[in-house]
């Protein structure tokens, strides 16, 4: 009987044992994610999910949900873009706005010396990468965010380790997450022949150093420390190969040899150094003071964003350029989600007749951020911007930003809040006049793949279509 009364007891209590623990566990997460510093929308949509569902919303805040975090900023070394030797730009272009607050905001002084080369295609991306490792005499430095398994990886995987062979430094660094099934047996070429792999954060096994939601977005390739390339581009077929390919996405990127790259280098080694465990002081004895040297005459800023960087220069620098464009806004991107503060800014600046125009892919990889994006759209349009969808068979990965042919924006980070925010980015804006002109043709080619919007229909497709574009709206800022 009193074993009876006991099982009783305990299958009573239980529920409200486990009822409490969700309660405290929901308290301890809302807590933390008010203590944050982050965008009102996706605080919003965490207190939603937190409070309706807190055993689902609570494991993937914990899991998912990490921003800024303080224990991952004491770990890793803090990138430092301030390297002796330098040049100066125009003291006119240290003092434009985005200069001076991209500078204050911990992103040092734009670099003068620079010879810029645009890549705009994947044919281009993979020759320029293919000659440029090839080319290399002391280092090669390349951090991805997606390594594919296909005939383009495994190209550059076996030349990787060629060139290691032939006693080339050789460094690997692979996203955990982006280069889940890649990093391991894949590269196994380049380690046998001396090169360096590493992965940043892994997600397999978890390494307890940080929030799983934290991934590298960065692409950067570093070579011989005075050039590199940046932008856009994944190792992968979708994105580079040598032939034309019906399957290939439209992206971009540039070539910079100057002290931008050895800038570059310098957010490599930061990286480096916390993914590889190793010391980064004794990875900068490695530094070359003979790689900062004049290449050309673009003047340019290297944007390091992202947990390890204080505040957000990314964000604060394109919401700069936005406030301060005179005649035309350009923004290609292959995901629009930003934040009030940006869309207000731009719908200002379209009721002000301002030329703001957008141009995303008609049809993107991820169907929930096309729904979600409908919304900033549609109050784009309203305020007499131009919104061009790109159709031309491929998905639109570009990633530019082009104010008043003065400053472009080019780099990893997408329009949307986790490259804003959550990601590790890196971003280069450009200020000489003959970088951003040719950036403007490029542009303008593009508007030959495109299409305005077609006028919304009302009827029953259209009542899902706002139910699903309201659902991905409201789940955006978790994205």
Known sequence: MDTELSRVVETSLFPHFLTMGGFLLAVFAIARLVGEKRPPSNTLAWLLIIGLVPYVGVPLFVLIGGRKLRELKKRKHPVVLNLPGVPDVDPAIAASPTAHTLASFGAGRPAGGNSVRLITTGEQAYAELEGLILRAQHSIHIATFILSRDDTGRHLVNLLAKRAREGVKVRLQLDGLGCLLSSWGFVDPIRQAGGEVVR??????????????????????????????????NLAHEYMGAHPSKKRWSDFGAIISGPGAALLNEVFLAD???ASRQSYKSLHTEIDPAAVRIEGNSALHVVASGPDVHGDPLYEGLLSMIQEAEQS????????????????????KARAGKDVTLIVPATSNHPITDYARRHYLRQLRKAGARVLLHHNGHMLHSKAVIVDDRIGLLGSANFDLRSLFVNFEISVFLY????????????????????????????????????????????????
């Open 200 to 233: 940043f954060m892994p997600v397999l096994p978890l390494s307890g150093r940080g929030s799983a939601n934290l991934r590298n977005h960065r692409k950067i390739a570093v070579f011989d420390q005075h050039t590199a390339m940046v932008g856009g581009h």
């Open 272 to 274: 480096w150094a916390f």
């Open 329 to 348: 806004i350009w923004i290609i991107t292959p995901y629009f989600i930003p934040d009030e503060v940006l869309l207000r800014s731009l719908i200002v």
């Open 432 to 479: 000489s006049e003959a970088d951003v002109q040719a950036m403007r043709v490029w542009a303008n080619k593009l508007l030959h793949h495109c299409k305005e919007p077609k006028p919304e229909t009302p009827g029953r497709n259209r009542i899902w279509g706002n139910l699903a574009e309201d659902i991905s709206r409201l789940l955006a800022p978790l994205l």
